[in-house]
């Protein structure tokens, strides 16, 4: 069944009322201002790539809910092993928006976390975070700690061995790890109809005897709350979030090669961010000189962001060899004189 | 006139066409025509039967092509990136290289597995790894690489009618930066043969894909140095065709090595302790490799430090010709 909290017209459900009633002001504006800032930072990041000021990136255009809901309900001591389209994650988070622009600039500086976050780097190869995340929530339970650990993929990441055998260890030891997929429709071009036999994501928890939910991943109330119970049950859980991406799968893909106009235009007006601002203009909780301010405010940080990594100096030659091993051997000190003298005669041109 | 990875989707359509028991698998292939286009307009002209979008699975994928290969089909496989290769390792150095040898030649194990690889263009972590030496490392597989539109057709066309299963490393750099001549109907090119594709005197330029063109431009920057060098590209990585590499090198008494990869256990190690056991008498100077160097191909921002240049090729030909 489809927890849902929140119309596309923002209009709340019954249990979004009760929901809603529950939550504290703040915690409604800030969904508010991250669902707004994550929408502008993504805006962002696709106009510099096309401005050559960044790499090859992945949009989140329509998943902001399903991220920004979900991140919101994590705790600072939570491990997040998110995929590579996890910006709204890392904003919610307080990751600094200078990192992920470094990430997808191909600064490796970008993956490092800030201190004391749990928070690991993008993983590119599909579902193989799946097992570490289970491994860091094995890890919390052995401590002690009642933290989770938390996983984000997406529904193409369901068709892999380490999706199958992560969801086996969780269950099997009993982890406090979600899985949270953002099923957003495709995995590239292909359609999760043609991904899987099985109709939904979640109803694969069964297999494991794991709890499993399945959420609008377009309302940011109803992700919110199942997060928070799904974390509160210490217990492995699959979460399935259905949503879509409106952009293409990155900038180098063209999505009209595989899907109609007309279905993105369905998921338009199932915009994550349009029901919320609708509930929360009603609820009289902002207005829109407030809000338009406030996006003028977060804009001047993005810009301010984007001008200190172009500033990037390479490191070399320690970018290339420090931290691949605990200490640089020996063995590998040539090889490091040899980029030092290249970069000093200037024949590598940055 | 042709880029390469039109070249290879040409390549495709003719063995679709030619033999009722090619099949295509691979993520994205289908309807999208491949996230490089290699498949382009395959899947409109030969359906879903023959052109097939699996779900997003490398263990399944090639381990199913296998289990397709002994059941009498003859599939093509397209990694998405060869980075992305590793879960279906297992299927492929377990079972691809060796089915034969353990049904005792009874079951097929021919296919091609295609997959785009090596760096320079700037992509995302994880997309611009050189991992040959991991299959050249695996008995009863051939690994082949391409450097030209021509070649790939050729080459590919070559790797399918191989009873051997075939790694087809395409060179990503080298998609469409080049256009040929390529003829439109079916032709061969050897798959076990490294070619000459320059003569000269003084010292031999080993490379293969993406590094052939690298070391065409070297050449040029040695030329004007008055020194000649021989070009041989490798083609042919696994089982490698030793004979034209020693060959080239008696004549020249020097070597020089390029790839990608990292230089530990590279393929140029390889070629290196071969010229070694085989030619030392005619060296005039050390074997000398350009490689990666031994850590992980960094994130794009330092990607030039990280690969062979012409000037790292040309230092280390100055470094031979001088050597005493
Ligand atoms: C193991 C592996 N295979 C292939 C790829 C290439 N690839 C990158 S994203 C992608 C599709 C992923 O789809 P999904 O899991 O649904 O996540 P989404 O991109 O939709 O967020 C593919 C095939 C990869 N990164 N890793």
Known sequence: ???????????????????????????????????????LFDRRMVLWQRQGKIGTYAP???????????????????????????????????????????????????????????????????ATQLPQAVGAAWAMKKRGETGIAIAYFGDGATSEGDFHEALNFASVYD?????????????????????SASKTV????????????????????????????ARGKQRPVLIEAITYRTGAHTTADDASRYRSEEEVRIWLNR??????????????LLDEDELIQEDGQVTKQLDRAIREVEKYQPNLPMGLFQHVYHQIPECLKKQQEEVASYADNGSIHC | MLTMVQSIADAQRVALEADESVLLLGEDIGKN?????????????????????????????VGSALGLAMGGFKPIVEIQFLSFITPAFEQI?????????????????????RAPYGGGIG?????????????????????????????????????????????????LRLYRTQKEEVPADHYILPIDRAKVIKQGEDVTLIGWGAMISLLKEADQLLLEQDISAEIIDVQSLSPIDEVTIFESVKKTGRAVIVHEAPRTCGVGAEIAARLSEEVIDSLEAPIKRVAGYDVPYPLFALEHAYLPSTDKIVRAVMELVYFQ
């Open chain 1, 1 to 39: 069944m489809l927890i849902n909290h929140l119309l596309p017209c923002g209009a709340l459900t019954d249990d979004g009322a009760s929901f809603w009633l529950t939550l504290r002001e703040q915690e409604k504006l800030d969904l508010l201002r991250l669902l707004r800032s994550v929408r």
């Open chain 1, 60 to 126: 989140i255009e329509g998943q902001e809910a399903a991220q920004v809901g979900s991140a919101y309900a994590l705790d600072k001591t939570d491990w997040i092993f998110p995929s590579y389209r996890e910006q709204g994650v890392a904003y919610t988070v307080g990751i600094p928006m200078t990192s992920v622009i470094q990430y997808w600039s191909g600064q490796i500086e970008g993956c490092k976390p800030p201190a004391g976050y749990r928070y690991v780097p993008p993983t590119v190869p599909i």
């Open chain 1, 175 to 195: 982890l406090p790890v979600l899985f949270f997929c953002q099923n957003n429709g495709y995995a590239i071009s292909v359609p999760f109809s043609e991904q």
């Open chain 1, 202 to 229: 979640a109803e694969r928890a069964a297999a494991y005897d794991m709890d499993a939910y399945q959420v609008d991943g377009n309302d940011v109330l109803a992700v919110y709350d199942v997060v928070k119970t």
């Open chain 1, 271 to 284: 915009d994550p961010l349009y029901r919320y601002e609708q509930l929360c203009l009603s609820e009289g």
């Open chain 2, 33 to 61: 025509g491949g996230v490089f286009r290699a498949t382009e307009g395959l899947w409109k002209q030969f359906g879903s039967e023959r052109v097939i979008d699996t779900p997003l699975s490398e263990a399944g994928i």
């Open chain 2, 93 to 113: 150095v377990s079972h691809v290289a060796r089915m034969r040898l353990r049904s005792q030649g009874t079951f097929s194990n021919s296919m091609v597995i």
């Open chain 2, 123 to 171: 992509a995302p972590e994880l997309h611009s790894d050189s991992t040959e030496a991991y299959f050249v490392h695996t008995p009863g597989l051939r690994v082949v690489v391409p450097s030209s539109p021509f070649t790939a057709k050729g080459l590919l066309l070559g790797a399918v009618e191989c009873p051997d299963p075939v790694l087809f490393l395409e060179p």
